[in-house]
T-cell receptor, first 108, second 118 residues
Framework: GQSLEQPSEVTAVEGAIVQINCTYQ??????LSWYQQHDGGAPTFLSY????GLEETGRFSSFLSRSDSYGYLLLQELQMKDSASYFC?????????FGAGTTVTVRA | EAGVAQSPRYKIIEKRQSVAFWCNPI?????LYWYQQILGQGPKLLIQ????????DSQLPKDRFSAERLKGVDSTLKIQPAKLEDSAVYLC????????????????FGPGTRLTVL
């Protein structure tokens, strides 16, 4: 089976940097994705790591270490609109399995 | 391009009743997914279609849930009869391929149907 662990909640102030860690156990691992979901909204794709290393997309970066079964999402220059749930998800056997999500709350 | 469409957005039913959800994926997307998201949890895959064939339905409770994608485009998910524990948001997603990662395999989600079973 698949298991993913990520923190349940993170709170930070505007302008700060937040790192959301994700550890996973899965067979047939192919890559790690990150999705953002605002309250009552649909999950939206943020980033994908298929290889070890850092991927940067604007204020968001994602990292993967396949040997450590570990990844993280880095949110920089936090804005109020970044308050949402963030899910890591492993790709395996042509499917996605999601973690339970991390609720990020940004305070003024 | 138009996104994934779902209807209805909200549904309230009594336990033991039946309910159906509809999804229209992004035009040209071969792969369609149905997920169940219980409050406070991540989405859980129920069924995955590639065109009109089922790729994976291992987590679909087949005694009460059914899904079809007859012409390889839109899809219907049905619950019959519903139980209290089926209260959740049902998300539909689509992707252009079912390959193993990369930008073409990004899943695009619809707004979901929030089901409440009383």
């Amino acid at each position: 089976g698949q298991s993913l662990e990520q923190p349940s909640e993170v709170t930070a102030v505007e302008g700060a940097i937040v790192q959301i860690n994700c550890t996973y156990q899965t067979s047939g691992f192919y890559g790690l994705s990150w999705y953002q979901q605002h309250d009552g909204g649909a999950p939206t794709f943020l980033s994908y790591n298929g290889l070890d290393g850092l991927e940067e997309t604007g204020r968001f970066s994602s990292f993967l270490s396949r040997s450590d079964s570990y990844g993280y999402l880095l949110l920089q220059e936090l804005q109020m609109k970044d308050s949402a749930s963030y899910f890591c998800a492993v790709t395996y056997d042509y499917k996605l399995s999601f973690g339970a999500g991390t609720t990020v709350t940004v305070r003024a | 391009e138009a996104g994934v469409a779902q209807s209805p957005r909200y549904k309230i039913i009594e336990k033991r009743q039946s309910v159906a959800f509809w999804c229209n994926p992004i035009s040209g997307h071969a792969t369609l997914y149905w997920y169940q998201q219980i409050l406070g949890q991540g989405p859980k895959l129920l069924i995955q279609f590639q065109n009109n064939g089922v790729v994976d339905d291992s987590q679909l409770p087949k005694d009460r849930f059914s899904a079809e994608r007859l012409k390889g485009v839109d899809s219907t998910l049905k619950i019959q009869p519903a139980k209290l524990e089926d209260s959740a948001v049902y998300l539909c997603a689509s992707s252009s391929t079912s390959g193993r990662g990369g930008s073409t395999d990004t899943q695009y989600f619809g707004p979901g149907t929030r089901l409440t079973v009383l």
